[in-house]
């Protein structure tokens, strides 16, 4: 499967904004999704992730309850909502795809996930 994410851009602290991720090439709903980020000097974190049927989702504590990850199978896409943004999120926002055959679980490892997006930038200013 390949992914393309789109939506990043540059933003102030307090706005919104919402990333997305199609999928092409696959069978959507065979995979558990997440949205990692990864700032300079840094490792690459998972900050959300969704199961195969969206019934579950994972948030990293830094982004729980400001961010909001879904997924449209119907349109092969996973969205990752962002608001209340600080300038700690500025970081480089990768989507990726876990082949799972459990439709519940969500991996945080990272290298569980075969198939990555080519990231998209997040800078939020003061």
């Known amino acids: 499967v390949q992914l393309q994410a789109s939506g990043g851009g540059l933003v102030q602290a307090g706005d919104s904004l919402r990333l997305s991720c199609a999928a092409f090439?696959?069978?959507?709903?065979?995979?558990?999704m997440g949205w990692f980020r990864q700032a300079p000097g840094k490792e690459r974190e998972l900050v959300a992730g969704?199961?195969?049927?969206?019934?579950?989702?994972y948030y990293a504590d830094s982004v729980s309850g400001r961010f909001t990850i879904s997924r449209d199978n119907a349109k092969n896409t996973v969205y990752l909502q962002m608001n209340s943004l600080k300038p700690e999120d500025t970081s480089v926002y990768y989507c990726?795809?876990?082949?799972?055959?459990?439709?519940?679980?969500?991996?945080?490892?990272?290298?569980?996930?075969?198939?990555w997006g080519q990231g998209t930038q997040v800078t939020v200013s003061s």
């Open positions: 969704i199961s195969r049927s969206g019934g579950s989702t």
């Open positions: 090439g696959g069978t959507f709903d065979t995979y558990a």
């Open positions: 990726a795809a876990d082949k799972l055959m459990s439709t519940t679980v969500i991996f945080t490892n990272r290298n569980r996930y075969d198939y």
